[in-house]
């Protein structure tokens, strides 16, 4: 039930594939906010909710409250009607303007042109969806003043036309949302994940995040011990109302653990993406990510000997093995050049990746391949490969995993747990001397978060905490 674009009603028929996508994208934007309000709305009892001021000023605030000032004190002019309200089931946005008084020329030959000049054409009027707000505001000629859409779910951005010289000019608009950084500090007991849950965060979102930062380094399906301690600093945006809206970035993180101790300071070397380094300013990238799956369980580790339980005898296991759902993706645990993809007798479904400086990793099991992966093709890391299975020699969905390192000449599989120790070692690109000086102000800025209580908040000066700088400092 597209607008009636009877200009060009070819177009109005049509349905391009990209609009399909913003659809599930909303769909996942909502998810995750419902799971954030889900997880927030159970706060920690004991959480001291100190605030820190840890600089001078914070201009970005100061800015915002004179918006919000300036939009309630927004006084409607006298015979203008505003009219308001929800996008319902099965409803067309004109027909629902039009059903209440709007005239079809302001939608078609004026609100709708407008919209469909911001740029990258983010908001279709033809494509609109259950949830949707607007708010028209119509002059006492009925002629469209303003208008202000926001999508189903889409707490960060709205968009907005006004009149200007008598012309509808229309423009999209970050919702500012307000940033807090927490500290979240817990104690292994079962799992990392549990650990969260008892924190009274998101344990998914946060445990992805925190997972991630030291994805070369600690194997969070089978590193864990009874005891170890994490913590980290997360940022929490909201809206103006004080709705939890979503997840940041982790701006430090700290894993003290039985089987090694690693600590991550987020900083953005100016020209490049940012990354997380050590406390001597060593990036934290990695060969190898430890795990070729997200939230791994591991089921078999690498030995010389284990009961099969097929075979019902004791046979060397040269590969970890992963329980996991059937389909869930497999990654290139790093970057190469698929070697061998299809059947391989016990393995089933097995692709075989190459990589640089000797070494090739396997995976085995797979129900199936993405399509247009064949031998020969380049994967960069954290590629989909496969999708979990139980094809070959398996009782149930699990994925086997090979390394291969080269040895006198030969592949020789061993175990990953052991090599990567050696090949995984801070190293990579290390902040550039101009910002050293920096990064290490920078760092010990953020690592005395790491020794603040659970619960603490820091709203004050966030932005030094996360965008370190514009300029190299001259030291
Ligand atoms: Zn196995």
Known sequence: ???????????????????????????????????????????????????IALAQTDTAEVVESDTLQAESERILEPGWTVISGQIGHGESFSETLIDRGVSKTQIFDELK?????????????????????????????????????VKHGDLERRFLASRLNGT?????????????????????DNSMWQALQQSGENPF???YKFSSIFEYYIDFAGDCRTGDQFVCAIEKLYDKTGQFVRYGDILTAEYEGEKGSYQAFLFQ????????????????????LVNPLQNPRTSSRFTNRRFHPILKKYIPHHGIDYAAP???????????????????????????????????????????????LRKGSRVSQ??????????GR??????????????????????????????????????????????????????????????????????????????????
Do not use: C
């Not at 954290?382 to 094809?391: C, E, L, N, R, S």
């Not at 190293?427 to 050293?436: F, H, N, V, W």
């Open 1 to 51: 039930m597209p607008i009636h674009d009877y200009k060009n009603p070819r177009r109005a028929s049509k349905r391009p594939a990209r609009f399909r996508k913003p659809g599930r994208w909303i769909l996942f934007a909502f998810l995750i906010y419902y799971l954030g309000t889900l997880w927030t709305a159970e706060e920690s009892p004991e959480a001291p909710t100190e605030e």
């Open 113 to 149: 042109p407008a919209i469909d000049h911001i740029p990258g054409r983010e908001l279709d009027l033809n494509l609109v969806q259950q949830g949707d707000q607007y708010t028209v505001e119509l002059d006492s000629l009925g002629v469209i003043q303003q208008f202000e859409y």
């Open 168 to 188: 509808l000019q229309a423009r999209k608009e970050e919702i500012p949302l307000q940033k807090e950084v927490v500290v979240v500090s817990g104690q292994i």
């Open 205 to 207: 979102l946060v445990s």
């Open 269 to 288: 070397v100016p020209g490049q993406k940012k990354g997380y380094y050590d406390a001597t300013g060593k990036s934290l990238r990695g060969q190898f």
């Open 326 to 372: 059937r389909g869930k993706p497999v990654w290139a645990t790093a970057a190469g050049t698929v070697s061998f993809i299809g059947r391989k007798s016990a393995l089933g479904n097995y692709v075989e990746i190459t990589h640089k400086n000797g070494y090739k990793t396997g995976y085995g099991h797979l129900s199936r391949f993405p399509r247009g």
């Open 382 to 391: 954290k590629q989909t490969i496969g999708y979990v299975g139980a094809t």
């Open 394 to 475: 398996a009782t149930g969905p699990h994925l086997h995993y090979n390394f291969y390192q080269r040895q006198h000449g030969k592949h020789r599989l061993v175990n990953p747990e052991r090599v990567l120790k050696k090949i995984n070692k801070p190293s990579g690109k290390s902040i550039p001397q101009a910002y050293a000086a920096h990064y290490r102000q920078h760092s010990q800025m953020l690592m005395g978060l790491l020794h603040r209580e659970h619960g603490t908040i820091i709203t004050a000066a966030l932005h030094d905490l996360a965008q370190p700088s514009e300029a190299p400092s001259e030291e």
